[in-house]
């Protein structure tokens, strides 16, 4: 069984500091780690992804996120937050040998003016 | 990225009448999935539909509540039936993007209301 834990249900940040969403995993075998953020009223979107290769990746909208093997984690990132970066944010995994994926609860995160 | 439409975009409906959303994509697809998102909750996913075939369904979810149809590569209609204030959610399409297959994309969702 796979699973993902976002340990924080909310995240509040003022415009300009950093911001850091939280992700861990769990997964038989190698992961494929997704980040998307849904508006309100709104589809999800896709953000950025890990499959292979670097563990540092870049997405849109300057999000990078960070997979770590040893702490099965893949926090999501951002230098310097927006107002519009408010939105809820999930993250999903799946097995590289599974299509279906499995999402966090999600992390609404605030960015304050 | 592949672009996903569904219809209707909301729609507030009487328990005990059925609903068909509609997924339409702008390009061939292999596979097409169909979540719930219930009020204040993740994405839970119902089947995964594939052309020509039956669709499979996940542990809690059957054909008779959540008929889907496939008949084709760029669409897909999922309906909610006989439907109950517990079937109040956001139904979301999904598909595996035609070029990076480990990718899936999302349509804008589907907000349904019982009363």
């Known amino acids: 069984a796979q699973s993902v834990a976002q340990p924080e249900d909310q995240v509040n940040v003022a415009e300009g500091n950093p911001l850091t969403v939280k992700c861990t995993y769990s997964?038989?075998?190698?992961?494929?780690l997704f980040w998307y953020v849904q508006y309100p009223n709104r589809g999800l979107q896709f953000l950025l992804k890990?499959?292979?290769?670097?563990?540092l990746v870049k997405g849109s909208y300057g999000f990078e996120a960070e997979f770590n093997k040893s702490q099965t984690s893949f926090h999501l990132k951002k230098p310097s937050a927006l107002v519009s970066d408010s939105a809820l944010y999930f993250c999903?995994?799946?097995?590289?040998?599974?299509?279906?994926?499995?999402f966090g609860a999600g992390t609404t995160v605030t960015v304050r003016a | 990225s592949a672009v996903i439409s569904q219809k209707p975009s909301r729609d507030i409906c009487q328990r005990g009448t059925s609903l068909t959303i509609q997924c339409q994509v702008d390009?061939?697809?292999?596979?097409m999935f169909w979540y719930r998102q219930q009020p204040g909750q993740s994405l839970t996913l119902i089947a995964t539909?594939?052309?020509?075939?039956?669709?499979?369904?996940e542990s809690g979810f059957v054909i008779d509540k959540f008929p889907i149809s496939r008949p084709n590569l760029t669409f897909s209609t999922l309906t909610v039936s006989n439907m109950s204030p517990e079937d109040s959610s956001i139904y979301l399409c999904?598909?595996?993007?035609?070029?990076?297959?480990?990718?899936?994309?999302f349509g804008p969702g589907t907000r349904l209301t019982v009363l």
């Open positions: 999904s598909v595996d993007h035609p070029a990076l297959t480990d990718t899936q994309y």
């Open positions: 997964v038989s075998g190698n992961p494929y």
């Open positions: 890990y499959i292979t290769g670097d563990n």
């Open positions: 999903a995994v799946r097995a590289s040998n599974d299509y279906k994926l499995s």
């Open positions: 390009s061939q697809v292999t596979m």
């Open positions: 539909a594939n052309q020509g075939s039956e669709a499979t369904y």
